[in-house]
């Protein structure tokens, strides 16, 4: 049975239009351009690449590209500092591959915020009844957390009328993410159990 989550082609062919078929052409496309910049060492090629993205996502490349930097800012400056500390000690620092590392991975967030963009995922994986329910799943689980997240954010602004302390900041911040984990364990337990009942796993 066809989840509802994922468009009905139940009546062959004929009934995929072409917004589906649009999606899974840009799905396609993404991976294919995911894996190829895996295989790319250049840095200057993969800068080339990042601007040729950028020229071709249109009015929307700026905005795409703050969400992208705000995104890996905290994985990129945690991973290059850990990088750059151990190669020191080792004495093999290399400037090149912390600059395709970084590079990479702006590249490879930018194209996937890019294709979440442009296209509707559901339709994009509606061939595969299984890949369509694990969409479906991440996308309720990303809800939910963005909700609580910003429940914690309104509730600590309330608390605190005027600047907060960092002693207060990081007890807020261990508190969000003691109730994430938290959250996280039971919802894999339950989203697990839910998809074993659908027969998603083969025991």
Not at 26 to 43: E, I, N, R, S
Not at 68 to 79: I, K, P, W
Not at 119 to 131: E, G, I, K, Y
Not at 134 to 159: K, P
């Amino acid at each position: 049975m066809t989840p509802s989550c994922c468009p009905s082609t139940a009546e062959g062919p004929a009934a995929v239009g072409p917004p589906v078929d649009h999606a899974r052409r840009w799905l396609g496309q993404y991976f294919a351009a995911v894996v190829a910049v895996t295989f790319v060492h250049d840095p200057r090629a993969l800068a080339t690449l990042l601007i040729l993205a950028l020229a071709a996502s249109g009015a929307a490349r700026w905005r795409l590209l703050r969400r992208t930097l705000l995104a890996v800012l905290v994985f990129n400056l945690s991973v290059s500092l850990g990088y750059v500390a151990m190669s020191l000690w080792q004495g093999a620092f290399r400037p090149s591959y912390l600059v395709v590392v970084n590079l990479r991975v702006l590249l490879l967030v930018f194209l996937g915020f890019w294709f979440v963009s442009r296209v509707n995922l559901l339709q994009a994986l509606s061939f595969s009844p299984t890949l369509c329910f694990l969409a479906t799943l991440a996308v309720g689980q990303v809800m939910v957390f963005s909700r609580v997240l910003r429940d914690f954010r309104l509730a600590f602004v309330s608390r605190n009328p005027g600047c907060p302390r960092w002693r207060d900041r990081a007890r807020n911040a261990s508190a969000q993410a003691a109730h994430l984990l938290d959250k996280s364990v039971a919802s894999a337990a339950e989203s697990g159990m839910a998809m074993r009942s659908r027969g998603c796993f083969d025991d």
